[in-house]
């Protein structure tokens, strides 16, 4: 395949990703579909530091874009520009290795939940492990179904930015040899 082609076919695939990363963050703030818990202060930790929306959404749709511009004929498919999308992709490796560890502590440390009268993580630092032994769920009593929606989307993040960072180290090695090979596109120099 051509490096060019390949350039485009990653950019393609990485822009629905991005979104569902962002889309999965931006849920996340509202458990249950309630703005009153990100009001009161009631979300993770791990939502609040974004993976998916400024590492596995913003930090990828960036190179996204310009390793779609590199996969055409003009300015951008030459020898420099696969240069630039080399450094490119590897920001969108940083921004899907961002996403991916906060997506890791997510699962690993639980939701935050009411349990009797007090917020709090309960399956942090637990001594049973909440993902494999689905009794210990009912703990939280709100907000509802809160465990199943943060196994949900956390689960999802991890499997987003597992695949963003594939694509993008993959894009990094097009780019090489794009860079050294040229972009074989049609007048392109």
């Not at 822009?15 to 931006?26: D, E, K």
């Not at 490796?93 to 009797?116: D, E, M």
């Amino acid at each position: 395949m051509c490096t060019g082609k390949c350039s485009r076919f990653i950019a393609v695939t990485l822009y629905p990703l991005a979104l569902v990363s962002i889309i999965c963050n931006i849920v996340l703030f509202f458990p249950g579909g309630d703005v009153k818990y990100a009001k009161d202060g009631h979300i993770t930790e791990e939502v609040k530091y974004m993976g998916g929306l400024i590492g596995g959404g913003l930090m990828v749709l960036l190179p996204a874009l310009y390793i779609h511009l590199t996969g055409k004929q003009g300015c951008c498919g030459n020898r420099c520009g696969m240069f630039l999308s080399i450094v490119l992709a590897a920001v969108g490796v940083a921004g899907a290795l961002y996403s991916f560890l906060v997506a890791v502590l997510g699962l690993q440390n639980g939701p935050l939940c009411k349990v009797f009268l007090l917020w709090n993580t309960p399956f942090k630092n637990g001594e049973r492990n909440y993902l494999s032994d689905k009794t210990w769920w009912g703990v939280c009593t709100e907000p509802k179904n809160i465990v199943d929606f943060h196994i949900g989307l956390f689960a999802t993040l991890l499997a987003v930015s597992c695949l963003e960072l594939i694509l993008c180290a993959i894009q990094m090695i097009n780019g090489l040899i794009g860079c050294l090979c040229g972009t074989c596109n049609k007048g392109v120099v």
